[in-house]
């Protein structure tokens, strides 16, 4: 059952919501204040940062990164699954950690290519 569950939140979070057929999508640069305008763009954010991650790592790994992320994720938001701003929490949600992790890794680079000039010297 959890397993479903994942699997739903998986697919409702992995596909920005799309505009309403006669509105223009939200300008997500601007502040939002209606709940639909909040969740396209948390959506898309998070969208954009995965795509970060997946042009920095080989498939396996990005895909276990994103894996982890929206577990992390369900897991916080799992006592708001009946409320109706849940799917913005959650894309917002993997926007922040998939940044945070990418602030690391990347800070992680410079340590490990620093060393790895001052070893080669």
């Given at each position: 059952?959890?397993?479903l ?23 997500c640069?601007?502040d ?8 396209y ?6 969208q ?6 997946q ?12 894996e ?7 897991d916080?938001?799992?006592p ?32 490990t ?9």
């Open positions: 059952m959890r397993l569950v994942l699997a739903a939140l998986l697919i409702l979070t992995s596909v920005p919501v799309r505009s309403r057929p006669s509105e223009e999508p939200p300008n640069t601007e939002q204040t209606s709940g639909y305008a909040l969740q763009c948390a959506q898309v954010k998070a954009e940062m995965m795509l970060q991650v042009s920095s790592f080989a498939a396996s790994p990005s895909n276990q990164w994103s982890g992320v929206k577990a992390v994720c369900f916080l938001i799992r708001l699954l009946n409320t109706t701003g849940w799917k913005t929490l959650s894309a917002e949600c993997e926007y922040r950690l998939h940044q945070a992790l990418m602030r690391e890794f990347t800070e992680l680079q410079d340590i290519g620093l060393y790895n000039d001052a070893k080669s010297d």
